[in-house]
Structure formats: structure tokens, C-alpha cells
């Protein structure tokens, strides 16, 4: 748009300057032959003559009037029709000079001194030269506008190839991830630094979180499958067992117990499933209410030990709690529940007296709960992996349980944007919950 208004112009100045230049020609022609004329140069009839043997096509038609429009001479006789020529007549008169267009002629008029009087000249003609050369003008204009316009399309054409390449590229590697259900391929980053590079950047953070989800899904399905499976099959086989052969009163007894066990197994794996579905909501569907942690740890306390008589749960207030802001939270108190009870199930299950101390402390806007047991401790090795999914450690011969409690100890801690920490040992193991109180 900008290269066509410049052309047009160009064209324009130069269109303007042909026909004042021509304006001027006409001008001097008719100055010439009064001139002529009035210093009796060269007769009237001889000048004519001239006139009649040029190429009228370029020659103007050069009609000269005393001041009183009486003719003098003509080159060619009604060459402006009677009253258009009487009306300029007396324009030039009145005004001293004319200018006007006829179709693609131009007349000029003026007056000029002579020696022998004034002499009101009309001079007209067709500037065919300059219309010529508007033409060759027009066509140069032309040709090099289409081949410029070309050449923009062609190099427009290949920026817009190379700047969308990168994209290009994208949507390939999108269509082979699609196509082969392979999420470990990535996108190529580029030089990391523009719009691009970010976009495959994030891309392939999305593509890592994906498969670190499927991954996750997989094992979390395995997991489960061999969880459930374990259980069911203890149940299946005493049951099949109890119906191919006559058992005592008390051997009967003996297969409801261990199948009341195992059913009791399959159920706190529903129930911590449940739990864990839960703690994977966002936290903004999951309900925050001002939660007391001297009254939620009282509570669990007490329904740990009346699950399982063996267990002593021990509450130690390390500090006094003046303001009840100190030790209050803002929290959703069954997920909270779920913590601390596995938390201290943990602590009685493994230790060697069944014994867990529970310590409630604070430190500036921040309370701090520890779970202690004198237990068989956790290795180092299983410390790194301790709060996996399903995970058991060297200790799963010394207790039953199914590796979720840990992990979603952690997941609910972390909705709560606390943070817990463990430290153990042979004969010691303590988690320590830091959560923010409402000061």
C-alpha cells in the first residue's frame, strides 16, 4: 500500500510538471511568432505556410488579436469555436493571462507588448511528447511495482516458511506423540529465547508432568491390584479350604478370624484409598474451617488406642498455650484426623512396647506436632522412599500394613502448606509436622 501511494506520487509530480512545462512551450510559441509578426519579420501568409508544412500533431495553433480582438493572424481558421474564443478574449483582457483544458488540449493566453501595440495571444495544442513519455512513465511504474510486489510475495512467502518452521515442526512432533501414545518425546526447544522456545518449553514441561502422571497411574494401579489381590486370595483360599473339609467348632472359628482379619485389611485399604482421592482434590473444593489441635489430637488419641487395646498413645503439652491462636489452625479437620492417626498408628505399631509419645509445641506463627516411638527405627535407605505410594520397607515383616499412610500423611500436610520432616534411628523414629497456627 505504501510502495503503490509513493508510485502514484511520482507519477503524479511528473504528470503536473509535463503539462506546465507545456503550458510554457505554448507561451514561448506564441511569443515567437508575434514577434515575428510585429517587427514584419517574416509575412503572415509565409508563416502560415510553415505552419501548414509542420506536424500539426506537435505544432501548436497560435492565433494572434490586436488589443481590440480584431484577428492579426491564425494558423488554422476556427481553431476554438467564436464565442469560446470572444470569451477568453476578454478574460485575457480583464485578467492579463488564461489557462484552461479543452479534452486533452491545453490553450494558454496572454497578453504581450509589441513595437507597433499589445497583442493578445491564444495559443492551443496537444502535448503529445509528454503524454508519450507519462505513458512510458506509467508502464516503468507498472513493470517495477509487479516485479517488486513479487518479489515481496516471494520473500514474505519464505520468512513466513522459516518463521513458522519451528511450528511446523511442533505439530509433527505432536502427531507422533498422538500417533504413538509415546509421551517421552520431547519438543525441539529452539534457542530458548523467543515466544516459541517458550511455548515448546512449557509444552514439554506438560508432556513431562503427563508422563510422570501415567507413570504414577500405572503404578499406582499395579499397586493396588497387588494390594487388593493378597487379601482376596487369603480369603478365597480359606474359605475354600473350610468347604472341602469338616473342620472342629474352634478350626472354623479360627478361619472367620483370619478372614475377619483380611476383610478388615481390604477395608482400611478402601478407606485409605478414599483418603487419598480426597487429599487429590484442589485445595480450593476442600473445606477450611478453624480447626483446635489440642482437641483434634485428644481425639485421635483416644480412638487409636480404643481400635487396638495393645497401643498406649502418650499427649505431652511441651508449652503453655495461652492464646488459643497458638495452637489453632486453619484446616480441614478430617484430613488432619487421617494424619495424625496414621502417624501415631505408626509410632504403636512399630514400636517393641506398642508405646507413641506425642509432643505439641510452637515457635513463633508456627505449631509443631511430634510423633516419637522407641521402635525398630528406619533405615536409610528406606527413609528416601518412605513417603511413596505403596511403598514398604525393611520393616513390612514386622507389622502388616499396605505403603499408603506415609504418602498421604505427607499429600494432606502439604494442602496445608506445612511440611513434616522424619529423624531415625535404631530404638528412636520421630515425624515432626510444622503447620501455620492463626497468629
Known amino acids: 500500500m505504501v510502495l503503490l ?8 509530480f511528473y504528470s503536473v510538471k509535463y503539462h506546465d512545462d507545456f503550458f510554457e512551450r505554448l507561451h514561448l510559441r506564441g511569443a515567437v511568432k508575434v514577434n515575428l509578426i510585429d517587427g514584419e519579420t517574416i509575412e503572415p501568409e509565409i508563416l502560415h505556410l510553415i505552419y501548414e508544412n509542420s506536424l500539426q500533431k506537435y505544432e501548436p495553433q497560435v492565433s494572434i488579436f ?41 490553450t494558454f ?12 495571444v491564444i495559443a492551443t495544442g496537444y502535448d503529445a511528447l509528454g503524454y508519450a513519455q507519462l505513458r512510458v512513465l506509467r508502464l516503468v511504474f507498472g513493470v517495477a511495482y509487479l516485479i517488486v510486489m513479487v518479489c515481496i510475495i516471494f520473500i514474505l512467502r519464505l520468512f513466513i516458511k ?4 519451528p511450528v511446523s515442526q511442533m ?14 518425546i520431547r519438543i525441539d526447544e529452539g534457542n530458548k529465547k523467543d515466544e516459541l522456545a517458550e511455548l515448546a518449553i512449557t509444552f514439554n514441561r506438560m508432556l513431562e508432568q503427563l508422563e510422570t502422571s501415567f507413570e504414577a497411574q500405572k503404578q499406582f494401579v499395579y499397586n493396588i491390584s497387588h494390594e487388593l489381590r493378597t487379601p482376596l486370595s ?14 472342629s467348632k474352634v478350626e472354623y472359628r479360627q478361619v472367620i478370624e483370619r478372614t475377619l482379619q483380611d476383610a478388615k485389611r481390604l477395608a482400611k485399604l478402601s478407606t485409605d484409598l478414599l483418603d487419598i482421592a480426597k487429599a487429590n482434590y484442589n485445595s480450593a473444593q476442600i473445606a477450611m474451617h478453624k480447626v483446635r489441635l489440642d482437641e483434634l489430637l485428644i481425639e485421635v488419641c483416644n480412638k487409636v488406642q480404643k481400635s487396638n487395646s495393645e497401643y498406649t498413645v502418650q499427649l505431652h503439652f511441651d508449652k503453655n498455650f495461652d492464646d488459643e491462636r497458638l495452637i489453632s489452625l486453619l484446616g480441614n479437620e478430617y484430613l488432619l484426623g487421617v494424619t495424625f492417626s496414621n502417624l501415631i498408628e505408626n509410632g504403636c505399631k512399630f514400636s517393641t512396647d506398642k508405646t507413641c509419645e506425642v509432643h505439641i509445641s510452637y515457635e513463633n506463627e508456627f505449631v509443631i506436632i511430634r510423633i516419637i516411638d522407641h521402635g525398630i527405627g528406619i533405615t536409610p535407605e528406606d527413609q528416601q522412599l518412605i513417603f511413596t505410594p505403596f511403598y514398604r520397607g525393611n520393616n513390612r515383616n514386622f507389622a502388616p500394613g499396605n505403603g499408603i499412610g506415609l504418602a498421604l500423611s505427607r499429600k494432606i500436610i502439604e494442602i496445608h502448606n506445612g511440611n513434616i520432616a522424619l529423624e531415625s534411628s535404631p530404638g528412636f523414629t520421630a515425624f515432626a509436622v510444622q503447620l501455620k497456627n492463626l497468629l
Open 66 to 106: 490586436n488589443k481590440n480582438g480584431e484577428v492579426i493572424y491564425r494558423d488554422r481558421q476556427n481553431s476554438l469555436p467564436e464565442a469560446e474564443q470572444r470569451r477568453m478574449i476578454k478574460e485575457i483582457q480583464t485578467d492579463g493571462i488564461y489557462k484552461a483544458w479543452y479534452g486533452k488540449n491545453q
Open 5 to 12: 501511494l509513493f508510485i502514484v506520487g511520482v507519477y503524479r
Open 171 to 184: 505439530i509433527d512432533k505432536v502427531q507422533a506423540i498422538n500417533d504413538s501414545n509415546h509421551l517421552d
Open 109 to 120: 493566453g496572454f497578453l504581450i507588448e509589441g513595437l507597433k501595440g499589445d497583442y493578445i
Open 162 to 165: 522459516q518463521a513458522f518452521n
Open 234 to 247: 487369603a480369603i478365597i483360599t480359606e474359605l475354600e479350604l473350610s468347604r472341602q473339609k469338616d473342620l
